[in-house]
């Protein structure tokens, strides 16, 4: 595991890297945006509001986050986060153990890592036996997927390579 500075420096470096032009604001202590994130809907007003619930539990556990751009193009899809100079998408999950599985091949698409911050009450097996099903029928390689579960505050880690 990094320290606070070196986590502070990659995802620096990342978000730098990906959108060399981009300006950031500073949120909180590790979490920085990307000016052009600024709302200008209510719509996008939510959105953000859903990523920054996880970006500061990520901060609250050592790491640096750079919400970045969402920028509109035609079928370019772009993830939510530079996080520790990983490329992370965050997934919020309200619902049952089929929505992991929709949510992550949508995640995957766009990041080799996601964040799925689940608001529901599975189970950290099922979640595990659910991404490993679909991890072997896509033949995802690479990347990782941590999970928090807000009803029981247990947070798990697990490499894509590990769950196949």
């Not at 032009?21 to 209510?42: G, H, L, N």
């Amino acid at each position: 595991m990094n320290s606070p500075q070196e986590n502070a420096r990659k995802a620096s470096d990342k978000a730098k890297t990906l959108f060399p032009d981009e300006t950031w604001v500073q949120i909180s202590e590790r979490v920085f945006m990307a000016r052009s994130r600024t709302p200008k809907s209510d719509e996008q007003q939510e959105v953000l509001a859903k990523e920054l619930v996880q970006a500061r539990l990520l901060e609250s556990w050592g790491s640096t986050v750079y919400l970045l751009p969402e920028k509109k193009e035609f079928g370019v899809k772009h993830p939510d986060a530079a996080v520790d100079g990983f490329v992370m998408e965050f997934k919020t999950i309200t619902g049952g153990i089929r929505q992991i599985g929709e949510r992550f091949n949508e995640a995957r698409a766009k990041a080799d890592t996601v964040f799925f911050k689940i608001d529901s009450a599975l189970s950290k097996h099922s979640v595990a036996r659910k991404l490993a099903g679909i991890i072997s029928k896509r033949a995802y390689k690479g990347g990782k997927v941590i999970a928090y579960f807000t009803g029981t505050g247990e947070t798990c880690y697990w490499n894509i390579d590990d769950l196949n």
